[in-house]
């Protein structure tokens, strides 16, 4: 075969090679997509939480009073906000006290969070994947992004602790639904050194992002939470993304930088460039640099969170 043949043979191989992946693909998105319609849903209350709260003509004894339906939800809130978590210094007696006191969304965001921590307390276990080290890793996230939003002034402080709680939620579904594939992607990960999502990626064409972003359709979370969840990893790629996004991005290599809990992988920090360039603020910082800076009472916050663990 001349040069020119050889050439010619080479790129029909190659472009045959791509189709079976693409085809490949496509084979393992559908099955997962049909798997993904099953998903779990959110009890009904927190379903009606989300909805009231976002009614504008919602009033505060609507919201308590929903909340009251449920003695086992009502009594978390309670102890959630009587906690060092929140500090208040008088004790907050009612759901209703507790609205005016934190506010509507810090209380469908508490909710949310006891929900999923409940929901996802218990499953199917890897001897990679502790339930337990994947539950301190997700609370650490949502302290430290909670931590980052307040010293920024941002006011989605509730949201951005949610977030983080959610961020890795999509974990839960593949070893709920795909247990071998995601033990498969587990040990590639500590085999090869990589993340946890590059090896789900090769194993099973999607990323527990994605996979946790498909959930959070189905729940009808906010569009800012299915975007921060679907894309923590790479917030650079977005043109305008939210700002919890880059808050739960930093929050999770803040976390792995100090060593919280685990993620399914072994991997340490490494943040996105336009990520770290929104944080430094044009000064001139190294990324280890700039992580020991954001860490600064992060230890103290997360032992204020030891509540949640409670629900987990």
Known sequence: MNRAGLGGYRTTQRMVTRHTMDMTRTQKLRRITEKIIGLPTLPTIVTQLISLVGNPKS???????????????????????????YGFPRKIATVQLAIVVLGFEAVKNLGLSVAVLKRFSS?????????????????GTGVAARQLAKRGGYSNADEAFVAGILHDIGKLILIEYFFDEFAEALERAEADEITIAEAEEIVLGVTH???????????????????????????????????????????????????????????????????????????????????????????????????FREFA
């Open 209 to 307: 992002a994605e996979v946790g972003g498909w959930l959070a359709e189905k729940w009808n979370l906010p569009p800012s939470l299915v975007e921060t969840i679907t894309h923590h990893h790479h917030p650079g790629t977005l043109a305008e993304p939210e700002p919890t996004l880059f808050l739960i991005h930093m929050a999770d290599n803040l976390v792995r930088h100090r060593g919280m809990g685990g993620s399914g992988d072994s991997r340490g920090p490494s943040i996105d460039p336009v990520v770290a360039a929104h944080f430094k603020k044009g000064e001139d910082l190294s990324d280890e640099d700039l992580l020991a800076r954001l860490s600064e009472g992060l230890d103290e916050e997360i032992e204020k969170a030891q509540i």
């Open 59 to 85: 009033s505060a004894r609507d919201v308590a009073q929903l909340i009251s339906t449920d003695q086992a939800l009502t009594a978390k809130i309670l102890k959630v906000a009587n906690s060092a978590f």
């Open 123 to 139: 499953g199917a276990d890897h001897e990679l994947f502790d339930r337990q080290r994947f539950w301190e890793h997700a609370i």
